[in-house]
C-alpha cells in the first residue's frame, strides 16, 4: 500500500518523528481498516500517532464505521481475547481490543472500559474506550460523552461527538452542533460524521461545504457523513467523489456507495475498478460492488461486458463471477454466441463464470467453443462440458481426440473417463483405437484406464489386436497399465493370452513341494536337477515326526556334543509320538576315475541326554539304489565304528549316495552320527559329506508306510502380468520350493533378454546351464542364447511365506517381445 511505502520508507524511521509530513499517506492506509494499518501507523511512533489523531486520521481507523457493522459480530473467544488485549501495554492491540468490544457490544467490557475513560492514559486511548462504550451501552452513554466532549483534549473531544452519534440519542445532536465551531479540525470533521447519524438528510446543509473543502481529510469525513444524509444529492455527491483528485478521497467514497449501494454508482465503481490509477482505489470499488445484490449489476455489467473496452470487460467479469445472476449469465452466454473478435483472456474468464455451481444450461455454449483457434479455449470448454451431465460426451469430445494439440487430446480423454456415459454405439475400442496407438505417454496416461473403464467382454478380443504393439513393446509402465486396464476380465481364456502377448512364457510343467526349511532348499539338488521325466513320479521329500538331517558344522553346542567336537553329519529318524521310521539323505556326487575310490567316515548312534535304556539305530548306506553297508550302531559316548566303503564300481561317473539312518524298536530318538566322512581317491579327498551337507535331498518315511509320490502337473499363468501362482498350485506354500520346466522352440539361433521374477528365491537353467539366480524377492535379467529348435528353461523357486510366484519373459535387448517363439 501507498502508506506503508511510505511510512517504511520514512527517514530513519524513529520511533518519535512527527507524522505531519505524513498524514496523507496515512489517512490513505487508515482508510482500509486493515489490521496493516495498525501496524505500520505504530511504525512511526507515539508522536506520529499524536499527530495523526489530531489531524483526525486514527478515527478513520478504529471508528466503528458501515463497513463494520456490515461483518459478524465477534464470537467469544474473540471478546476474551479483546478483554485480555486490554492488558497489554503495547497502544495499538489496546485500540484494537477496544474496537473488537465495541462491536461485539460485550457487556462484560462495561467495567474495564469505563476503568481506562477514566484513567491517565493517553486522551487518544481513553477516547478510543469512550467509543466502544457508546456502541456497548447506546443511550446510556449519552452523559459521559457529553461531558468529555468539552475535554481540553482534542483527541478525546473527536472520541466523544463520535461517540455521541453512535448513541442514537436525539439529546445528543446539541452537544454535537455546537462542536462544528471546535478550533481542531479533527473535533469538526468527526462532528459532521456524527451529526450526519443523527440528523440524517437535515444534516446536508451542514456536510454539503465539506464536500468542496481544500484538506482532502476534511472531504473523506463528508464521503463518510453522506452515507447517514442517504438522499439523492448525497448519493450523487458520493459518486462525484470517485472523480477527486486526492486518491485517499476516492477510496472513501467507494467504501461509502458499498453501504450506500446507489445502483445509479454501478458503471462508476466499474470504471473506478478498471481504470483508477490507484490500486487501493480499485479494490475500495471491487469491494463496493460485490457488496450489491447480483440482480441490480446484471444489466450494467453485461453492458460492460458488450462494450469494446477490453480492461472494462475484465472488470465486469471479476464482478460477475462473486455476484452472478441468471440475468447476468444468460447474457453472458448471449455475447458468448455472437460472434466476435474476443480475446481468449476474455473468453477463459466468461466460461469460468458460466460454469458456476450449475454448468449444465449452458452446456452449448461450451459445445461451441470446442473448435476455437486457442487450446486454452478448447480445453476449457472441454472442462466444463464434462461437468453438464445432459450432454453426450462421447459425441461432442470425438473430434477432439484428434486435436492439434496433445493437452486438449489429454482433457477430453479426462473429460471422457468423468462421464457417466456409457460407451459410444460402436464400441469402445473403435472409439478410443487411434488413441491408443498415441506415442505421446500423456495420452495413453487416460486413454488405457478409460478403455478399462467401458470395455466389455465382447470387445476383448479386438481391444487385444489394438493393444498389441504396447504389449509387444519396452515400454514397462504401458504394458502395466494396459494390464490393470484388462484385469477385470483376467478369466482363464483373456489372462494368458495378454500375458503371451507381452512375450511371457504362460506353459510350464510343475513339480512340488520340495523343503526349503532355514532357505537350505535353494541349494539342495533334488531330483529334477538330475533329470525332467514329466512321465515319472517322485518320492515325496518331506522331513515329519521330529526327522532331521543337520550340518554338524552347526554352531550347537548340544550338536557339538553328539559328534564329539567332530565334524559330522546327523541323522534323526522319526520319533515323536511313538513314531518310527527313517530318514534318507540322498548326496549326488560326481566321483573321480580311479581305483580306490572309497566312502570314510566313523559312525555311531547318539542322544540327547542318557543312554540308558536305548536300543541305538541302524545305518545303511546305498549307491544308485545298490545296498552297501548295513550296520546297526550302539549308543556311544566313546567315539564310532570306522567305515570303509568301496565305491570303485562308480568311479568316473555320477552317482547318487543316500546315508539312511532307521529307528530300531524302543527308539529313545537317537541319533546317527557320521563323523569326518569324506569320499577318498588316491588318498585325496574327493568329497567332503559334511561340507556338502546343503546340497543332500533328505526326506523321512514312517514305518509300514511307503514312500508318497508326487508328479508333474501342466500349468499355465493365471494373471495378465504373466505370473504363475505356486500358492494355488502346490500345497503347503510356506518353505517349500518346487520346479517349473518350459520348452521353448526357436526358429533359429539367437540372443535373446530372459527376464525372471519370482517371490522368493530363484534358480535358473537354461539347456542345462544355471543362467540367472536371485537369493531374494526380485527380477533378474540376463541375455541368453536360444538354439535353434528345443530349449528347455528350468526353474527352481524357493518360497518363505505368504506369496509363492514366479514370471518369465523372453524379449530382444530393448524390451520387445520377440515373435517367431513358440512353447509348450
Known amino acids: ?181 471546535d478550533p481542531a479540525p479533527g473535533v469538526r470533521h468527526q462532528a459532521t460524521v456524527a451529526l450526519a447519524r443523527l440528523r440524517r438528510a437535515k444534516a446536508w446543509p451542514h456536510v454539503a461545504p465539506l464536500l468542496a473543502d481544500a484538506d482532502p481529510v476534511a472531504v473523506r469525513h463528508a464521503a463518510r457523513a453522506l452515507v447517514h444524509v442517504a438522499t439523492p444529492d448525497a448519493r450523487q455527491a458520493l459518486v462525484a467523489l470517485l472523480a477527486h483528485a486526492d486518491e485517499g478521497v476516492r477510496v472513501a467514497a467507494a467504501q461509502a456507495l458499498r453501504e450506500v449501494r446507489d445502483p445509479e454508482a454501478i458503471a462508476t465503481l466499474l470504471k473506478g475498478m478498471t481504470a483508477d490509477s490507484a490500486e487501493d482505489v480499485k479494490s ?38 462473486v455476484r452472478p445472476s441468471d440475468e447476468a449469465k444468460a447474457g453472458l452466454a448471449t455475447l458468448l454466441a455472437t460472434p466476435a473478435d474476443r480475446t481468449s483472456t476474455f473468453v477463459l474468464a466468461a466460461l469460468d463464470v458460466l460454469a458456476g455451481s450449475d454448468p449444465d444450461p449452458y452446456r452449448e455454449t461450451f459445445a461451441r467453443y470446442l473448435e476455437d483457434t486457442q487450446s486454452s479455449v478448447r480445453t476449457k470448454a472441454i472442462e466444463y462440458l464434462s461437468q453438464c451431465p445432459s450432454a453426450d460426451h462421447f459425441a461432442l469430445l470425438g473430434a477432439r481426440r484428434a486435436d492439434a494439440e496433445e493437452s486438449v487430446r489429454v482433457a477430453a480423454l479426462k473429460a471422457l473417463r468423468r462421464s457417466p456415459r456409457p460407451a459410444p454405439p460402436g464400441g469402445i475400442v473403435e472409439y478410443l483405437a487411434p488413441a491408443l496407438k498415441e506415442p505421446a505417454a500423456s495420452v495413453l496416461e487416460y486413454a488405457v484406464p478409460l478403455l478399462g473403464d467401458r470395455l466389455t467382454a465382447p470387445e476383448v478380443p479386438r481391444a487385444l489386436e489394438v493393444l498389441d504393439p504396447i504389449l509387444a513393446g519396452a515400454d514397462e509402465g504401458r504394458r502395466a497399465k494396459v494390464v490393470e486396464a484388462l484385469d477385470r476380465f483376467a478369466a482363464a481364456d483373456v489372462a494368458p493370452r495378454v500375458a503371451a502377448a507381452q512375450g511371457y512364457l504362460t506353459r510350464w510343467m510343475v513339480l512340488g513341494p520340495f523343503p526349503n526349511a532355514e532357505g537350505r532348499g535353494l541349494a539342495a539338488l533334488y531330483p529334477p536337477e538330475l533329470e525332467v521325466d514329466f512321465t515319472k513320479a517322485y518320492a515325496r521329500h518331506e522331513l515329519v515326526r521330529g526327522a532331521t538331517f543337520l550340518d554338524g558344522a552347526s554352531p550347537r553346542a548340544w550338536l557339538r556334543r553328539l559328534s564329539a567336537g567332530a565334524p559330522a553329519v546327523v541323522l534323526r529318524p522319526p520319533h515323536e509320538d511313538g513314531a518310527t521310521g527313517r530318514v534318507v539323505a540322498a548326496y549326488t556326487l560326481d566321483l573321480p576315475d580311479a581305483r580306490d575310490v572309497r566312502l570314510s567316515a566313523k559312525a555311531w548312534a547318539a542322544v540327547d541326554g542318557s543312554t540308558e535304556g536305548t536300543a541305538g539305530a541302524r545305518l545303511t548306506i546305498a549307491a544308485d539304489g545298490r545296498r552297501l553297508l548295513e550296520r546297526e550302531l550302539p549308543v556311544s559316548a566313546e567315539g564310532g565304528e570306522a567305515l570303509d566303503v568301496p565305491l570303485a564300481d562308480w568311479a568316473g561317473r555320477r552317482v547318487q549316495l543316500d546315508l539312511v539312518a532307521e529307528s530300531l524298536a524302543q527308539s529313545k530318538g537317537e541319533w546317527v552320527v557320521l563323523a569326518d566322512a569324506r569320499v577318498l581317491a588316491a588318498g585325496q579327498v574327493a568329497a567332503d559329506l559334511v561340507k556338502s551337507a546343503p546340497t543332500a535331498a533328505v526326506r523321512s518315511v514312517l514305518r509300514g508306510e511307503e514312500d508318497g509320490r508326487m508328479a508333474w502337473q501342466p500349468v499355465r499363468a493365471v494373471r ?11 500345497e503347503d506354500a510356506s518353505f517349500r520350493l518346487a520346479y517349473a520346466v518350459a520348452d521353448v522352440e526357436s526358429p533359429d539361433d539367437r540372443k535373446v533378454t530372459l527376464t525372471v521374477s519370482a517371490d522368493d528365491a530363484v534358480r535358473a537353467w537354461l539347456n542345462g546351464a544355471k543362467v540367472a539366480e536371485r537369493t531374494t524377492t526380485g527380477t533378474a535379467r540376463v541375455e541368453v542364447d536360444l538354439r535353434k529348435g528345443a530349449n528347455r528353461l528350468v526353474l527352481k523357486v524357493a518360497n518363505e511365506h505368504e506369496r509363492w510366484y514366479f514370471s518369465v519373459r523372453l524379449s530382444d535387448a530393448e524390451g520387445r517381445r520377440i515373435d517367431g517363439l513358440t512353447s509348450r
Open 1 to 181: 500500500m501507498i502508506a506503508s511505502r511510505s511510512i517504511a520508507a520514512g527517514p530513519g524511521n524513529r520511533p518519535d518523528r512527527t507524522a505531519a509530513p505524513y498524514c496523507t499517506e496515512i489517512l490513505s492506509l487508515l482508510s482500509t481498516r486493515s489490521f496493516s494499518a495498525f501496524s505500520a501507523v505504530k511504525a512511526v511512533g507515539p508522536a506520529a500517532a499524536r499527530a495523526a489523531a489530531r489531524a483526525g486520521l486514527l478515527v478513520l481507523l478504529l471508528a466503528p464505521a458501515a463497513l463494520a457493522a456490515a461483518e459478524p459480530p465477534p464470537d467469544a473467544v474473540a471478546v476474551e481475547e479483546a478483554l485480555a488485549g486490554l492488558k497489554t501495554g503495547d497502544w495499538v492491540l489496546r485500540a484494537r481490543a477496544m474496537a473488537v468490544l465495541g462491536r461485539a457490544r460485550a457487556a462484560e467490557a462495561v467495567a474495564p472500559l469505563r476503568e481506562v475513560v477514566g484513567g491517565k492514559d493517553h486522551p487518544w486511548i481513553r477516547g478510543r474506550a469512550l467509543v466502544a462504550l457508546a456502541q456497548v451501552l447506546g443511550p446510556e452513554a449519552v452523559a459521559e460523552a457529553a461531558r468529555l466532549a468539552a475535554d481540553p483534549s482534542p483527541e478525546l473531544r473527536a472520541a466523544a461527538v463520535e461517540a455521541l452519534g453512535l448513541t442514537g440519542a436525539p439529546g445528543a445532536a446539541a452537544t454535537v452542533e455546537a462542536r462544528l465551531a
Open 284 to 321: 475500495a470499488c471491487y469491494a463496493a460492488l460485490g457488496a450489491y445484490d447480483a440482480q441490480a449489476l446484471a444489466w450494467p455489467l453485461l453492458e460492460a461486458l458488450g462494450s469494446r473496452d477490453t480492461a472494462l470487460q475484465a472488470s465486469a467479469l471479476r464482478v460477475v463471477r
Open 720 to 730: 495378465p502380468s504373466g505370473e504363475v501362482d505356486l500358492g494355488e498350485v502346490v
